[in-house]
T-cell receptor
Framework: DAMVIQNPRYQVTQFGKPVTLSCSQT?????MYWYQQKSSQAPKLLFH???????NEADTPDNFQSRRPNTSFCFLDIRSPGLGDAAMYLC??????????????FGPGTRLTVL | GEDVEQSLFLSVREGDSSVINCTYT??????LYWYKQEPGAGLQLLTY?????DMKQDQRLTVLLNKKDKHLSLRIADTQTGDSAIYFC??????????FGAGTRLFVKA
């Protein structure tokens, strides 16, 4: 089945220790997104890739970076995690190129704990 | 900025109808969506409505849109225990940005 896979599902890191979350997709979609979702809050878009073009949201902290080495993979790097970065991180993909109708396909998320 | 608001919890009895409500602020939202998230799984598109429509029905699901009041609702008829999940309202107006609500957790009591 075509899908969006996130690894690991649970990640524990220490305050200030860099961490990388990964996302892969078998849908061959050209757009990939990273969202941060804190408890009982809406998923918040951090950035997206349209093919190789990286698009950062204006309020995404510099502490968050992303890499997309190929169509299938996208990584979220948190350079110096703080306690406030503990959250669920959702990866999503879509194939529509910025059109109004944009069904997104989500992975199950990675829950990040910062000690 | 753009905002989507929905109540956090709803509890219904099995067999009853569920109505989940949502309000949004961005009048340029062209498409409005309902996503469903089951435990341990990602968000999955349940249904959507185009902004020039008032209603859309799909089997047990009915979406109502009041564009004047910026109010969207999802009605689930004959709610089953398998409908227990978190339901997210979302809107997009073109481009790559979709704005999500915080989700409504639906509890279905047998």
């Amino acid at each position: 089945d075509a899908m969006v896979i996130q690894n690991p599902r649970y990640q524990v890191t220490q305050f200030g220790k860099p961490v990388t979350l990964s996302c892969s997709q078998t849908l061959n979609h050209n757009v990939m997104y990273w969202y941060q979702q804190k408890s009982s809050q809406a998923p918040k878009l951090l950035f997206h890739y349209y093919d190789k073009d990286f698009n950062n949201e204006a309020d995404t902290p510099d502490n968050f970076q992303s890499r997309r080495p190929n169509t299938s993979f996208c990584f979220l790097d948190i350079r110096s995690p703080g306690l406030g970065d503990a959250a669920m991180y959702l990866c999503a993909t879509s194939s529509i190129q910025g059109a109004a109708f944009d069904e997104q396909f989500f992975g199950p998320g990675t829950r990040l704990t910062v000690l | 900025g753009e905002d989507v608001e929905q109540s956090l919890f709803l509890s219904v009895r099995e067999g009853d109808s569920s109505v989940i409500n949502c309000t949004y602020t961005d009048s340029s939202s062209t498409y409005l969506y309902w996503y469903k998230q089951e435990p341990g799984a990602g968000l999955q598109l349940l249904t959507y409505i185009f902004s020039n429509m008032d209603m859309k029905q799909d089997q047990r699901l009915t979406v109502l849109l009041n564009k004047k009041d910026k109010h969207l609702s999802l009605r689930i008829a004959d709610t089953q225990t398998g409908d227990s999940a978190i339901y997210f309202c979302a809107g997009s107006g073109g481009g790559f940005k979709t704005i999500f609500g915080a989700g409504t957790r639906l509890f279905v009591k047998a």
